[in-house]
Nanobody, 124 residues
Framework: QVRLVESGGGLVQAGGSLRLSCAASGRSLRDYSMGWFRQAPGKERELVAAIRRRVPETYYADSVKGRFTISRDDAKKEGFLQMNSLKPEDTAVYYC?????????????????WGRGTQVTVSS
């Protein structure tokens, strides 16, 4: 089993940038598809970006496409979410997640390993 810990959240003005990190420990990260989810108050958790294991293929929700970039460094057991041109509607708790199941990397329901989340607040 892999364990995930997020960092890098904080308060930023609209138009600013943040870089979230996800540190993994335990099992090799290479076996896992990785995703970043977010949950705003009163809303359901949504998958905003995902990256496939072993193949450099990525997925982005329409709401973040062109602004967010997901990446990973399996050797260092780290994942990242670069967030640019942030908007107040990006305010949420962001979660790093992983799954090693034989299911698509952008299948939100496949994710079964979660970090505790990091708060991102974008002020207008």
């Amino acid at each position: 089993q892999v364990r995930l810990v997020e960092s890098g959240g904080g308060l930023v003005q609209a138009g600013g940038s943040l870089r979230l990190s996800c540190a993994a420990s335990g099992r090799s990260l290479r076996d896992y598809s990785m995703g970043w989810f977010r949950q705003a108050p009163g809303k359901e958790r949504e998958l905003v970006a995902a990256i496939r294991r072993r193949v450099p293929e990525t997925y982005y929700a329409d709401s973040v496409k062109g602004r967010f970039t997901i990446s990973r460094d399996d050797a260092k057991k780290e994942g990242f979410l670069q967030m640019n041109s942030l908007k107040p509607e990006d305010t949420a708790v962001y979660y790093c997640a992983g799954h090693s199941q034989p299911r698509p990397y952008n299948d939100a329901r496949a994710y079964d390993t979660w970090g505790r989340g990091t708060q991102v607040t974008v002020s207008s």
